[in-house]
């Protein structure tokens, strides 16, 4: 007697289709879904807002070392230290996250306009100083430039990490690098607010020794690090742009106005500062700004840019809050040269009363 075969898998489970059986053929299916490209976008976008976040925190962690520093070295400063040193990492935290998620939802090409906006007025900033300027303008302009370098950052990351193989999993290692810098720099602005005073007078640590030596060459650094940043930052800037543009008559069309546009709030926005600075003259200055970048994407932008303009100016406005401290020190005249200038006049003074008195027995 025969034996019956056995049923094949096709008879058993007639009501499942025979590519789902296939596990091989299993993810060919899932990439196509929209919802999962959008969702990984998504997650792409959040993860370089991070990594711009974590780099701006950064720069204002080193900036307040360097205050911190200046101040305690000048006795004449005490009130400005102790601002310094009252703050909270609750309130930090927060601020970092508001920052993170203002750079995820700001655009790419509305970022790459801020981060070239910036650029332009910087250039226009250092060549107008000249050699013989305080260092007062550059550190001010340091400060102005956290949010443009967060949009310079996801700027540089977008265009490097774009049709990469592996995009997520080389920005979330990014993101752990940034944390780490970002961690240790709020380490070491901690420690120098509650230890510096006490490690240099007793040269005790060797981090605050040399910060006692070396603290002047800080900004030179940070100005090094700041315009590589950018250097990158506009390349991809750039490149972002032009790949909307199909022919070199649409880029003209383009790059023409906001040319112009740029050139002119440059000049506006110079006259502004040097007649009333101040933190009310740089928001009157963001608003300008992001008003005059709204009109010209009203003509050759898209409605998304302009929601992206309105996103920026809540960024400027919450990066200027964070560093209002900071601002009002740069309005210190020559407050980089506080020390010399503290310790200058004291030598004169003990010469000066030594002629009458040799003279006086005569």
Sequence with gaps: MAAS????????????????????????????LSSLEWGSSLLDSLLQGLIGAFGVSVLNSLLK???????????????????????WALLETAHLAGLALILTAVGTRVAALVVLEFSLRAVSTLLSLGKGARGTERLQLYLLCQFSLGCGLTCGLSFLQEDAPHRTLNLLLGLGLAALLSRVARRLCRHVCHLYELHSSQDYCGVCLGLLA????????????????????????????????????????????????????????????????????????????????????????????????????????????????????????????????VSAPSQPQLSAPAQPQGTAPS
């Design 5 to 32: 075969p056995e049923p094949s898998p096709s008879r058993c489970w007639g009501w499942i289709p025979a590519a789902m059986l296939s596990l091989p053929s299993l993810p060919s299916w899932l990439p196509g």
């Design 65 to 87: 070392v360097y205050f911190f520093v200046s101040c305690a070295n000048n006795p004449e400063r005490r009130l400005e230290k102790e601002r310094l040193r009252a703050r």
């Design 214 to 341: 070396g603290a002047r060459g800080l900004p030179k650094l940070l100005g090094r690090a700041l315009a590589m940043a950018f250097a990158v930052g506009n390349l991809a800037a750039v490149a972002l742009i032009n790949r909307d543009f199909l022919t070199t008559s649409e880029a003209v069309r383009f790059w023409t106005p906001l040319t112009i546009c740029y050139t002119l709030l440059v000049i506006y926005m110079q006259e502004e500062q040097r007649l009333s600075p101040g933190l009310q003259s740089q928001v009157q200055t963001v608003l300008v700004r992001m008003g005059g970048l709204f009109v010209l994407l009203l003509t050759v932008g898209r409605w998304l840019d302009l929601l992206g303009v309105l996103v920026s100016l809540l960024g400027e406005l919450w990066c200027l809050m964070g560093v209002r401290t900071l601002l009002d020190l740069c309005q210190i005249q020559d407050f980089p040269s506080q020390r010399l200038s």
